[in-house]
């Protein structure tokens, strides 16, 4: 089976039309879904040029990441909310997405799974970080929804408990907001989009958040096809401008394909540990 999303690399050769040729030796990040080889022919419209000096491994993880985090903020918006939760707030996704809402203006909560990367994170900027193995966990998260106002949230964990804690807490903010109280909670939209799954367990629901919520799933394909053409072309080309700012990734390794398909490689990279990205180098 083809493997691998996305890529980078430079054109070295292109086709009669003048959108292929204006791309020769230019150097672009690009989808595929077969990213893993030495070369590939590609479609243009699979292309995202870069700027002059952009080096390939800074253009490798230019989509799928950067427009899902872009992504995010955009559904935000579209569904009438002003900040947002992400619930991997180290990771490499969640990074960028730090940096996006800070430049932008967007509220964030961040939640992270260790005391370093709450550390992490406040070097970066971040106001809202919250350590969900700390004994405070559900206080500290109320408060930065109470904060930010969040009522939307982006779940890469999937399984467990953490959607339905997301809403009982914003239901809590809502609750001490609202003007009078209802058996059916309160009137605020609570919504949490499930688009990972590193929890492969049951998803389980204490329903204590009323009745105006929603859970469901978030894929970038569904998402950039709902904005349509304009409005895709408008995100990647804010991915291009900012490859090595924003939208930069940083990696705990480099791996030939040898290396990728070495046991001892695959049990390493399998964790998907923060900070610990792998780089495919198909060249070496």
């Not at 707030?89 to 992270?112: E, K, P, Q």
């Not at 609202?178 to 389980?204: C, M, N």
């Not at 895709?232 to 700012?245: K, N």
């Amino acid at each position: 089976m083809p493997v691998g999303n996305e890529g980078g690399g430079v054109i070295v050769a292109a086709g009669a039309s003048p959108a292929a040729q204006a791309l020769l030796g230019k150097t672009v990040g690009f989808l595929s879904g077969n990213a893993y080889a030495q070369y590939r022919t590609l479609h243009v419209s699979q292309c995202l040029e870069m700027a002059d000096g952009t080096d390939p491994a800074d253009a490798a993880a230019a989509f799928v990441n950067p427009l899902t985090a872009l992504g995010m903020v955009e559904t935000m918006r579209m569904e009438g909310h002003s900040a947002l939760v992400h619930t991997v707030g180290a990771s490499n996704l969640g990074i960028m997405l730090n940096r996006i809402c800070l430049d932008d203006g967007v509220g964030l909560v961040n939640l992270v799974r260790k005391p370093e990367h709450v550390e992490l994170l406040r070097s970066m900027g971040a106001e809202h970080v919250v350590d969900t193995s700390a004994d405070s966990f559900h206080d500290d998260l109320t408060d930065a929804l109470r904060a930010t106002g969040a009522t939307i949230a982006f779940d890469a964990i999937g399984g467990g408990d953490i959607a339905g804690i997301l809403l009982s807490k914003m239901e809590k903010v809502a609750g001490e907001q609202a003007g009078e109280f209802s058996r059916y909670g309160s009137d605020t939209h609570k919504q949490v989009y499930i688009y990972g799954g590193l929890d492969r367990g049951p998803t389980t629901l204490r329903r204590d958040f009323g009745m105006s919520w929603g859970l469901g799933g978030w894929l970038l394909t569904p998402f950039l096809m709902k904005i349509g053409q304009d409005g895709a072309d408008r995100l990647r080309q804010r991915v291009a401008d900012e490859i090595t700012t924003t939208f930069a990734s940083s990696y705990g390794t480099r791996l030939s394909l040898a290396d990728a398909v070495d046991p001892e490689q695959v049990k390493r990279y399998a964790l998907m540990a923060t900070g610990d990205k792998a780089l495919i180098t198909p060249q070496a």
